[in-house]
């Protein structure tokens, strides 16, 4: 083989030799980059399945907390509805009536059954107890606190008519026998029905209201509420109930509910209501301010309990109640000591016991003396009724009568030394009507009370 020949094949060998380096070094890029790829996907894959994982994980501890609350849902609605149950035990089925007053009452129990406490009880002796409350709390506690209080209250009202030992009574046990800082607050009232006057203890309880045409008076006390101090510091007061006065009791959940827009029903709308419609009888009264308290939430679900209790003083025919003396002048004092007695008890004042006490004397005494002529065989018959709007009184005799027109005018110049007439004179003087019957035998004397004047 020739030189040239030698030189061409050792070119072509070196052609494929340089060839096929050049496609190893490719192929081994290519490898490498496999390589990674798979070691990419690898990782991916062990990633998908770590999530995959977590995944199952998760939906795992999804469902258990889903069963958790489902649980613990069925727990509160279980404890919600026992709540309830019992919370329908402590609401009386309808309010007792008295003569002379007017009960009414709206109540609206939360879905989170809120813990308001009402009752109106007769006390004996003529005394009707009235309480509002409202417990802390939702649920089974503020269910507890109430059965306390309303427990304690059933005890402690036997034979006691001052509503500040009532409460302090009450107090003692809801401090005893609760968790700390489970108190409530509360409002009562007792009435006696003679006199129609409240004595009332208000243990930080929203302020009732007692209003008329022209009265507007809230029923305010110092004191705490119930089961937070061992020394509440009750104060107790008294206020006269008249003939159509009202009074309003209600609970924070009036007065303390805010709407969709925040505003709460405050005091200030709740008495321009009360002062806009004095007249409105009082179960009205009390439909008026729940409608008008729900206009106010605007459809916004109420979140506490709404109590509203309503009370009115009515008027009422007096029994008229009669007293047979002999025609004995030692005998008025007897007469005086009924008679007054219930003036006193009415509190009608010094003033207008002294001008019915003196009318008084001065008829029994004619009647005696001028009428009967002091015949003790005759008697002398007084009939009298006396309630928170007046006193009414009349003294007949057993004698021949006489005409009360005929009785010289006293203050007359010609009859000034005259002792005849004084007596008439005086009973005009000081009673708000005097009359006289035909025969002239019998004098009925009118006074009102002084705050009906």
Known sequence: MSEKHRTADRGAASASSGASSGELRALQVELAQARALTAQ??????????RAQEADTAQSTVAELSRELHNRTLRMEQQLAVARQFQRLFVPPALPQFDGIRFAVKYQASPRVGGDLYDVFNMGNSC?????????????????????????????????????????KVNEQVLRNTLENQFLTAFLGVIDLETMRMKFVNAAHPTPIV?????????????????????????????????????????????????????????????????????LEIGAMIDRVAEDFT?????????????????????????????????EPMQLSRVESVILGRLEALNYGERTTFAVRLALEEAVVNAIKHGNRMDKAKRV???????ARECVISVEDEGPGFDPAA??????????????????????????????DKRGRRITMRKKAPWAE
């Open 381 to 387: 018959t007084i009939q009298y009724s006396v309630d």
């Open 407 to 436: 009785v010289p005018d006293p203050t007359a110049e010609e009859n000034i030394e005259r002792p005849s007439g004084r007596g008439l004179m005086l009973i005009r003087a000081y009673m708000d009507e005097v009359a006289h």
């Open 41 to 50: 996907l690898r990782a991916e894959n062990q990633e998908l399945r770590r």
């Open 295 to 327: 206009a106010h939430m605007s459809g916004n679900e109420p979140i506490e309990d709404l109590t509203l209790v309503g009370l009115e003083a009515l008027p009422r025919e007096s029994a008229q109640e009669r007293i047979v003396i002999p025609s």
């Open 211 to 279: 209003y008329a045409k022209d009265r507007f008076e809230p029923l305010d006390t110092e004191g705490l509420c119930c089961g937070m101090f061992e020394e509440p510091k009750y104060e107790e007061r008294e206020v006269q109930l008249r003939p159509g006065d009202r009074v309003l009791f209600y609970t924070r959940g009036l007065i303390e509910m805010c709407n969709a827009a925040g505003a709460p029903y405050d005091c200030r709308r709740l008495q321009n209501l009360l002062r806009e419609n004095p007249d």
């Open 128 to 168: 009707v107890g009235v309480l509002v409350a409202d417990a802390s709390g939702y649920g089974l506690t503020a269910t507890l606190i109430t059965a306390v209080a309303k427990m304690a209250l059933d005890t402690y009202r036997q034979n006691e008519y001052s509503p500040r030992v009532i409460l302090e």
